[in-house]
C-alpha cells in the first residue's frame, strides 16, 4: 500500500498550451510507513522526453519505487510533468520552471516546492512535517529543468542537498550564469555557479554513458576550473 497524490500544484505549467489539458500534473508518492517527525527525504524526479508517459510510469518509476521501499528508505517522490513530458518532442525542454522565458509553460519551482509541502501535510500525512533533506534527480532532458531551477535562483531558496545529473547535461543555453571565466551554457555549470559553489555541503553527481564524455560535459568542468571556482574541494571518478 502506498499513499498518493495526482493533479495539477500551482508553481508547474499553469496554462501549457502543447499539453491536455493545458495545467501540467504532478505525481507525489510515499510508502505506507512515511513517518514526517522522523528524518525524511523529499526526492525530485526531473523526467526526459516522453517521460511522463505512462510506460515511463511502469518501467522505471515503480521499479525505483519499490526499490526505495525495499531500502526502508522514509521518503516522498515527487514527479513533476514537464514541458516534455509528452509528446517527446524536443520543444519545451528549457521552458518547465523558467520564470523568464515562458510564464504558461515554465512556472516557479520555489512556489511549486511550498506547495507540495502543503500537499504532503494535507493528503498524504496529517503529523507535523519536520524539514525534510531535499534530492533533485535529472535524467536526460530533464537536465534542463535543473538548470532552469537554478538560473531563476529558486535553487538557492528550495536549498537540496543532493543534486544528481543522469546524463542529463547538456548544451542548454544558459548564458545568464555568470562564472569567473565568463558565461556558460551548461546546465551542469549554471547548478554549479548559481548555486553549489556557494554550498559546500552539497553532494553533486553528474553520471554518464560508458562511451566518451560528450563536449559539453567537458564545458562544464573547463567553465567551473578555469574559474578556479573548485576552491579545494574534491572530485571523485569512478
Not at 522565458?101 to 512556489?111: I, T, V
Not at 545568464?176 to 565568463?182: C, E, F, I, L
Amino acid at each position: 500500500i502506498i499513499r498518493t497524490y495526482f493533479g495539477h500544484i500551482a508553481g508547474n505549467g499553469e496554462n501549457d498550451p502543447k499539453n491536455r489539458p493545458n495545467q501540467r500534473s504532478s505525481l507525489v508518492v510515499a510508502p505506507w510507513y512515511f513517518d514526517p517527525t522522523q528524518p525524511w527525504e523529499l526526492i525530485y524526479f526531473f523526467h526526459g522526453l516522453g517521460g511522463f508517459a505512462s510506460n515511463t510510469l511502469s518501467k522505471r518509476i515503480v521499479p525505483n519505487i519499490v526499490k526505495l521501499i525495499k531500502e526502508k528508505r522514509n521518503f516522498v517522490y515527487v514527479k513533476p510533468q514537464l514541458g516534455h513530458g509528452m509528446s517527446g518532442s524536443r520543444e519545451g525542454q528549457t521552458d518547465s520552471f523558467n520564470k523568464k522565458k515562458h510564464p504558461g509553460r515554465g512556472g516557479d519551482f520555489e512556489q511549486y516546492h511550498n506547495n507540495i509541502l502543503g500537499i504532503i501535510q494535507k493528503h498524504i500525512t496529517t503529523a507535523k512535517l519536520i524539514a525534510p533533506r531535499i534530492g533533485m534527480y535529472a535524467w536526460s532532458a530533464g537536465g534542463a529543468t535543473l538548470g532552469a531551477i537554478a538560473a531563476s535562483g529558486a535553487m538557492a531558496k528550495v536549498a537540496p542537498h543532493k543534486i544528481f545529473f543522469a546524463d542529463a547535461e547538456y548544451y542548454w543555453g544558459y548564458k545568464d550564469v555568470p562564472n569567473k571565466s565568463g558565461t556558460t551554457r551548461s546546465a551542469l555549470a549554471a547548478v554549479w555557479h548559481a548555486y553549489v559553489i556557494d554550498n559546500p555541503k552539497v553532494h553533486l553527481t553528474l553520471m554518464t554513458g560508458t562511451g566518451k564524455v560528450d563536449r559539453n560535459t567537458q564545458r562544464a568542468f573547463k567553465s567551473i576550473k578555469e574559474g578556479n571556482d573548485l576552491k579545494g574541494r574534491p572530485v571523485y571518478y569512478w
